[in-house]
C-alpha cells in the first residue's frame, strides 16, 4: 500500500493536479495579504542591475515568484529534475516563472542571464540550511551578473520541521520583500575572495530575514 500511494502521488496527473492547486493557492495569498517593499524603492535600485541573480533561502522560496509582479520581469528559477520536483515546476510555471533543471543547469543558468532573463536560486548548500554554497557565487563569477540577496515573507505562516524549516505562507496577513545590497564577484576572484563573498550573501540573506520580520511584526521568527 505505502509503494502504491508513492507512486501515485509520483504519478504525472497528480503531480500536475498537485501543481495546479499549489500556484492557486499561493496566488490567493499573494492577493490577500498586504506587501510592503523595502526599501520602499527597491525595485528602482534593482532593475537597471538587471539581468541578475536573485538568491533566498530555501524553505523561504513558496512566495517568490511574485516577486516579479511588480513589474512584468523575465524570470527562470532553478528546480531539480528530482521526481518530487515535478508538481514544484508545474507550479511555478503556471504562475510565469520559466524554469531550469537537471543536468547542465549551471550553463542554462549562465546562458539565461546572458540571454537578459533573471534567474532565482536557493542560495543554501543541499541539506545544509542558511550555509549559502559556492554554486552561487561561480555563477555570479561566470556570469558578471550581480547576486541580489532578498526575503519575502508572510506574518501568518506554518513552519514545517524539515531540513530547511519550509515555510508555508498563509492568506489574509501582512507581506514584506526586503532587498539589502547587490553583491559582483570578480572574474578573476580566487578562492579567498569567493569565500569572503559567500559569507557576504549569508550575511545579507540573514538580515534581510530579520528585516522582513521585523516588518511584518514577527521578528521572533527570523530565528526559525
Keep these: 500500500m505505502k509503494r502504491f500511494l508513492r507512486d501515485l502521488l509520483r504519478s504525472t496527473w497528480v503531480q500536475r493536479a498537485l501543481g495546479v492547486l499549489a500556484a492557486e493557492y499561493l496566488r490567493l495569498v499573494w492577493l490577500t ?131 530547511d524549516s519550509t515555510t508555508i505562507n498563509l492568506p489574509f496577513g501582512r507581506g514584506a520583500v526586503v532587498g539589502i545590497e547587490h553583491i559582483y564577484v570578480p572574474p578573476d576572484a580566487d578562492a579567498e575572495t569567493m569565500e569572503k563573498l559567500r559569507l557576504q550573501v549569508e550575511s545579507y540573506l540573514n538580515e534581510a530575514t530579520r528585516r522582513a520580520y521585523a516588518a511584518v511584526g514577527r521578528p521572533e521568527a527570523a530565528l526559525g
Design 33 to 163: 495579504n498586504r506587501f510592503s517593499y523595502l526599501p520602499a524603492d527597491v525595485y528602482d535600485i534593482v532593475e537597471p542591475e538587471m539581468p541578475a541573480i536573485f538568491a533566498f533561502w530555501h524553505g523561504q522560496h513558496l512566495m517568490t515568484p511574485f516577486i516579479k509582479t511588480k513589474k512584468s520581469y523575465r524570470a527562470k528559477v532553478l528546480i531539480s529534475r528530482h521526481r518530487d520536483g515535478e508538481f514544484n515546476a508545474i507550479a511555478v510555471e503556471r504562475l510565469g516563472i520559466g524554469t531550469i533543471r537537471g543536468v547542465g543547469a549551471f550553463r542554462e543558468m549562465v546562458q539565461a542571464l546572458e540571454d537578459n532573463w533573471n534567474v532565482a536560486t536557493t542560495a543554501d548548500v543541499p541539506k545544509r540550511a542558511r550555509v549559502v554554497g559556492l554554486g552561487l557565487i561561480m555563477l555570479a563569477r561566470e556570469s558578471g551578473r550581480p547576486i541580489m540577496p532578498f526575503a519575502m515573507v508572510t506574518s501568518r505562516f506554518i513552519r514545517l520541521k524539515n531540513w
